[in-house]
C-alpha cells in the first residue's frame, strides 16, 4: 500500500489543521491505521491510532485536542487538529499496519507558531 499524506501547513498557537492520508491499493478497511510525529531532535512517536473497527487511541499530549478518523470508501485517514500549540510542531507521518507489515506516507510538516 502506498500512502499519501497532505494538508499541513503553518498555523497559530489554537488554531486549527486537517491532515489527511491516501491510501491506494486494496483492503483498507482491515488496516489499522496510525499518525505519528516527529519533532527535531526528538524520536518519532506514536499520536492516534485507529483499529479496522474505527476504535481510536490517542497519546495523552494530545487527547481532547486531536481526532482520528477514517472514510474506508475513500481508503483515506483523517488527524484533525485542534487547540494547537507550538509542542506540536512536527512533521507528520501516516502509518499503515495488517499482519505484520508496516507502510509509511512521506510526512507532511505542521508548523504551529506562539
Known amino acids: 500500500v502506498q500512502l499519501q499524506a497532505s494538508g499541513g501547513g503553518l498555523v497559530q498557537a489554537g488554531g486549527s489543521l486537517r491532515l489527511s492520508c491516501a491510501a491506494s491499493?486494496?483492503?483498507?478497511?482491515?488496516?489499522?491505521m496510525a499518525w505519528y510525529r516527529q519533532a527535531p531532535g526528538k524520536q518519532r512517536e506514536l499520536v492516534a491510532l485507529i483499529s479496522s473497527g474505527s476504535s481510536a487511541n490517542y497519546a495523552d499530549s494530545v487527547k481532547g485536542r486531536f481526532t482520528i478518523s477514517r472514510d474506508n470508501a475513500k481508503n483515506t485517514v483523517y488527524l484533525q487538529m485542534n487547540s494547537l500549540k507550538p509542542e506540536d510542531t512536527a512533521v507528520y507521518y501516516c502509518?499503515?499496519?495488517?499482519?505484520?507489515?508496516?507502510?509509511w506516507g512521506q510526512g507532511t510538516l505542521v508548523t504551529v507558531s506562539s
Open positions: 502509518n499503515a499496519q495488517r499482519v505484520g507489515m508496516a507502510f
Open positions: 491499493g486494496s483492503r483498507f478497511s482491515a488496516y489499522v
